[in-house]
């Protein structure tokens, strides 16, 4: 059996700070926060056994389409379901939605 290597020193500083770079980025976002559905998408995602995007996290169609596929919908599915062309126009039309709002949406939807 190969065994993994561990992180050396520098690489151990490294990733610590970029992912203090990456959590200071994400509470600094403008990105709305205050859902009142937010408990429910915990409970739904929970149920999923998947763990919500972070709130700092916007909605850009590459995040969207993966997480349609983790959800088991397909990206036709999803634009005829919101009545959109493209996965941007959600963005687009929803400039402080995070990533995390939107996938709630997701989670509502398909336990309606």
């Known amino acids: 059996m190969g065994r993994t290597r561990g992180f050396t020193q520098a690489e151990g500083a490294r990733a610590a700070q970029s992912r203090k770079a990456n959590i200071a980025a994400r509470r600094a976002s403008p990105l709305r926060r205050n859902f009142m559905d937010a408990p429910n998408w915990r409970r739904l995602a929970s149920g999923r ?64």
């Open 49 to 112: 056994e998947v763990i919500l995007p972070a709130w700092g996290v916007p909605p850009t169609p590459g995040a969207m389409e993966r997480w349609l596929k983790k959800l088991g919908m397909s990206v036709p599915a999803y634009l005829e379901w919101a009545g959109e062309r493209t996965l941007k126009d959600f963005a687009a039309a929803n400039s402080l939605w995070p990533l995390r709002a939107w996938v709630g949406c997701l989670l509502e939807q398909e336990a309606a």
